[in-house]
């Protein structure tokens, strides 16, 4: 059973994957191309580092490991008891969540053998989440309207106290002694190392300049510059100056009537935050190329112009990015086509001829005074 809503949103897929010539520069391809373009149900979605390799999933739950850094991408056999679902890694070990069964494996990366866990969940329940903390293992795990979080040291301990009952982790960050959790449509979350509960993070109010999923539906987190950075379902990209209240709303353009006409925004549907090598990163759906802020300026510049389609138009990476990974001097992608790769060198800045390319105001007065109000109310 899926834990997550949108994959009923997924059209079923036909073709195999096959391989595409790569762009001279910019963005490229670093994997084969996803069956049906990635808009079928077996697209590039999950993406994470091991040291010098990547670790891929699709939608499916193919799991597939490069040699190092993006060479020798290869699919990953699997012939244990549920079907992979989550993934997390580190050096030469790689945790496993599944479902149908819900089953947590810890994988050996160089032979590719896998260990059962034994979670204390019955069968029914799907893994959603697996991540680390503190070097030990945090699983969210559950069915409709019962949720299960694990920690692992040496033997299973409920880690769920103070959480919601029916509410899976989407994404984590650890920050200091500080883990935070993103969920899929219960807010933000953390949890102290040294305490014993949950604390819901105060959640953005609702407005005029914020979409009607703030409050809810976080994607991404990130620690950038001094402040913890949170990415929306909801096109909302929310600073939070060292983790706390007043926040502050990153945007390029001001809504009239919740419209930006022909302003360039970040994307309308945000999956994914990364801070990298001093850079901000998004990415999301429409548009489909990652987005990397230029802090001077604070606006948002799409990475699309670094050659994110190539043989005129017709062939992209594909139309969401799902995740982003630096390794090396390199951005990755996992973008529904393919894992996309460029070099740090060849991530856009800002230029003087973006503020009409893109119909950007060069008068940003109204992004101190309005987008960066206290907020929530009362603080």
């Known amino acids: ?20 010539p790569p762009p001279p520069s910019g963005w490229r391809p670093a994997s084969v191309e996803a069956e049906s373009q990635g808009e079928g149900d077996n697209f590039w979605w999950r993406l994470t580092s091991a040291g010098n390799r990547l670790l891929a999933m699709t939608g499916m739950g193919d799991i597939w490991v490069s040699e190092s850094y993006s060479a020798g991408f290869r699919k990953m056999e699997w012939k244990w008891p549920g079907r992979p679902y989550t993934i997390a890694a580190e050096g030469d070990s790689a945790w496993v969540g599944t479902e149908e069964p819900g089953r947590v494996y810890k994988c050996r990366i160089t032979n590719w053998a896998c260990l059962d866990l034994k979670i204390p969940d ?44 029916d509410i899976a982790f989407y ?32 959640s953005p109010r609702r407005t005029w ?54 302003c360039k925004n970040p994307p309308v549907n945000i999956y994914s935050i990364l801070s990298y090598r001093d850079r901000l990163y998004v990415g999301g759906y429409y548009g489909a190329a990652p987005y990397v802020l230029d802090e001077p300026t604070g606006f948002w510049i799409t990475t699309e112009i670094a050659g994110w389609c190539w043989n005129d138009g017709s062939t ?25 790769k460029i070099p740090l060198a060849e991530v856009p800045g800002f230029q003087p001829a973006m503020l009409a390319q893109f119909h950007w105001s060069s008068d940003t007065s109204w992004r101190d005074s309005v987008l960066r109000r206290n907020n929530p109310i009362g603080w």
């Open 122 to 165: 019955p069968d029914s329940f799907s893994v959603a989440y697996v991540g680390r903390f503190k070097g030990q293992l945090i699983v969210s795990s559950g069915a409709y309207r019962v949720q299960s979080i694990w920690r692992w040291k040496e033997g299973w301990s409920d880690w769920a106290q103070g959480f919601p009952e």
């Open 316 to 340: 992209c990476g594909g139309k969401r990015t799902w995740d982003l990974v630096g390794l090396g001097d390199t951005l990755y992608s996992a973008s529904s086509r393919y894992i996309m």
């Open 209 to 262: 300049v914020l979409g009607p999923d703030s409050a809810t539906a976080p994607r991404g987190i990130a620690w950038h510059s001094g402040a913890l950075w949170v990415a929306y379902q909801s096109k909302d990209i929310i600073r939070m100056p060292n983790a706390k209240p007043p926040y502050q709303t990153s945007s390029n353009c001001l809504s009239k009537d919740g419209l930006y006409g022909d």
């Open 171 to 202: 994404r984590t960050l650890e920050i200091g002694d500080t883990l935070w959790a993103a969920t899929w449509s219960n807010g933000l979350w953390y949890r102290v190392a040294s305490e014993t509960s949950w604390k819901r993070q105060p």
């Open 1 to 20: 059973m899926r834990l997550l809503p949108l994959f009923a949103l997924l059209l079923s897929c036909s073709e195999k994957p096959v391989q595409t």
